[in-house]
C-alpha cells in the first residue's frame, strides 16, 4: 500500500501509520494490534448511549464556554449523523479489552473528532484543530462516561426490546388464557396425575408471572437514573464547569425520555457497579422462569403419540434430517438457550461488580456489553417466542379431558366424603383393576351415586375460587 493511502498520527507513545479512509486514529490501532480477542465489536445500542453523551458533553460544553462554539456544533453534527446510521462501521474496538473501556472510549472520540474537521473543511488528523482529548472530551474521563454510557445503553435497550416483547407476550398468553378457559386437563406435579386445572388458567398463571417480572425489572431499572458523569477521573469533577453535571444530565434526559440526573455523590456512582447488578438479577430472575415456561410448552406438546400433546405448538421449520414428518418446539428451545445464556452474562457481571478496586472498576467493558447483550437478545427471543409460537398455540380438548377423566388424582376430591384412607383403597384398587373411580365408590357404597357426580364434577373441581 503506498506512502498516499496513510496519515500520520501521533500520540503520547510515539507515531503510526493511519488507513487514509478510516476516522478512528492512533489509539483505536493500538487497541486492534493488543485486543484480537473475540472479534465481537461494541454493540449499537451501546455505541448509540456513548454517542448520546458526546452529543450532551459538546452542547454542554459549547454553552459554557469550555471549547468553541463552532466545534460543539461539528461534534454535535457528527453524533448526528453516525445515529441516523453513518460510519457505524468505524467502531471496531473488540469487546474485551483495556480495563474501564478507555479503547472504546478513545474510538468513540476520534471518530467524532476526524467527522467533525471534515464537517468544518479540515482534514483527519488535525487533532491541533479539533482534538479527540481536549474537544470532544473535554471536561469527561473513561471513569465517569462508561458507567454512565451502561446506564443509557441498558435503559434504551429495556425501551426498545424487553419491554414491548414482554408486553406482547403478556397480551397473548392472557388472550389464550380466555380462549383455553373451558378446557379441563390433568393438573402435574412432581410429574405425577393431580388434581384437574384449567388449561385457560395456565396461561393466565404466565401472564401473571411475566406482568410481575416486567414490574420488577422497572424497578431496578430506576437506580440507573442515577448519573456519575461529571465526576471526572475519580468522582472530585476536575477539570469541569460548576454547572456541566447538571446541564448534561438535563440534556440526556431529554434525548432518552428518562428522568435522569446527577448521582448524589458522584464517586459512589462512578465505583459502585450495583444498579447493574440488580438489573441483571432481575433478567436473570426472568429467565429461571422463561425457561419453566419453555419447559411446560414442550412437555404439553410431546408426542404426537407418545406424549402428552395437550396442545399444538405451530409448526415453523422441518424438525429432522431423516425423520420425516417430525416437527420440534423449536421456538421453545430457543427461547431456554437465550435464557441459559442471560443466566450466565449474569454469573460473569456479578464477578465483574466485584472486582473494582478503590476509585475505579476496570471491568466495565465486561458488564456493558453482557448486561446490554442480555436485555437484548432475551427481548428478541420473547417477541420471537410470542409471535412464532405463543400466538399460535390451539388446544386438543378430547386429549385433555381424557387425561382429567382418568387421573387418579380425582380420587382427592373424595377426601372430605369418605375419609383419606378410603380414598387411597380406592385409588389402589382402581389401579389394580382398571375400574373407573367412580365404579368402585358406588360399589362400596361410599357415596350414593347423585352426590358422586357433584363431587366428581371436573369443571368445579378445576375452578379457582373466586377472588382469584
Known amino acids: 500500500m503506498s506512502k498516499n493511502n496513510f496519515r500520520i498520527e501521533k500520540d503520547s507513545m510515539g507515531e503510526k501509520q493511519i488507513p487514509v479512509d478510516v476516522y478512528y486514529g492512533i489509539q483505536t490501532v493500538r487497541a486492534t494490534e493488543n485486543f484480537p480477542i473475540s472479534g465481537i ?11 448520546l453523551i458526546k452529543k450532551a458533553t459538546a452542547i454542554a460544553n459549547g454553552e459554557l464556554d469550555c471549547i468553541p462554539q463552532d466545534i ?12 441516523q446510521g453513518q460510519l457505524r462501521d468505524q467502531f471496531v474496538v473488540d469487546v474485551y479489552q483495556a480495563g474501564a473501556g478507555t479503547s472504546h472510549h478513545m474510538n468513540v472520540n476520534e471518530v467524532l473528532a476526524n467527522r467533525a474537521l471534515e464537517i468544518l473543511g479540515d482534514r483527519k488528523g488535525n487533532y491541533k484543530r479539533i482534538s479527540p482529548n481536549d474537544h470532544v472530551n473535554y471536561g469527561q474521563s473513561t471513569n465517569d462516561v462508561i458507567p454512565t454510557a451502561i446506564r443509557i445503553g441498558a435503559l434504551l435497550a429495556l425501551e426498545h426490546s424487553l419491554y414491548p416483547g414482554l408486553t406482547e407476550a403478556i397480551a397473548t398468553v392472557k388472550q389464550k388464557a380466555v380462549e383455553f378457559q373451558n378446557i379441563v386437563k390433568s393438573g402435574r406435579t412432581h410429574m405425577q396425575d393431580a388434581v384437574p386445572v384449567r388449561l385457560g388458567e395456565g396461561f393466565r398463571a404466565w401472564g401473571q408471572i411475566l406482568s410481575d417480572h416486567h414490574h420488577r425489572i422497572e424497578t431496578a431499572a430506576k437506580d440507573l437514573y442515577a448519573l456519575g458523569l461529571g465526576g471526572s477521573a475519580t468522582g472530585t469533577g476536575l477539570n469541569t464547569h460548576p454547572q456541566y453535571r447538571d446541564r448534561v444530565a438535563q440534556l440526556l434526559s431529554k434525548f432518552t425520555g428518562k428522568p435522569l440526573h446527577p448521582a448524589p455523590h458522584l464517586m459512589a456512582a462512578m465505583q459502585s457497579m450495583s444498579p447493574f447488578v440488580s438489573v441483571s438479577g432481575s433478567l436473570r430472575n426472568l429467565a429461571q422462569d422463561l425457561v419453566k415456561i419453555s419447559h411446560d410448552l414442550r412437555l404439553m406438546d410431546s408426542g404426537p403419540q407418545t406424549g402428552f400433546k395437550e396442545i399444538q405448538l405451530p409448526p415453523v421449520q422441518p424438525g429432522s434430517s431423516i425423520m420425516p414428518g417430525k416437527y420440534n418446539p423449536v421456538m421453545a428451545e430457543m427461547t431456554s438457550m437465550v435464557c441459559f445464556q442471560v443466566i450466565g452474562y449474569d454469573t460473569a457481571i456479578a464477578f465483574a461488580a466485584q472486582a473494582g478496586q478503590l476509585e475505579l472498576n476496570v471491568m466495565m467493558p465486561l458488564i456493558a456489553y453482557d448486561l446490554i447483550h442480555s436485555i437484548e437478545i432475551l427481548g428478541k427471543a420473547i417477541t420471537s417466542l410470542s409471535q412464532r409460537c405463543l400466538s399460535g398455540i390451539t388446544a386438543r380438548r378430547d386429549r385433555c379431558l381424557q387425561y382429567a377423566e382418568g387421573s387418579l388424582a380425582l380420587v382427592t376430591a373424595l377426601n372430605p366424603h369418605i375419609g383419606y384412607l378410603n380414598a387411597a383403597d380406592v385409588a389402589k384398587q382402581s389401579l389394580a383393576t382398571g375400574k373407573s373411580i367412580r365404579e368402585i365408590v358406588l360399589e362400596r357404597g361410599l ?22
Open 72 to 83: 460543539g456544533k461539528a461534534i454535535v453534527t457528527a453524533v448526528d449523523e453516525i445515529l
Open 447 to 468: 357415596m350414593d351415586e347423585d352426590k358422586l357426580a357433584r363431587v366428581l364434577d371436573l369443571k368445579q373441581m378445576s375452578s379457582l375460587p373466586k377472588d382469584s
Open 41 to 51: 465489536k461494541p454493540l449499537p445500542t451501546y455505541v448509540d448511549a456513548c454517542l
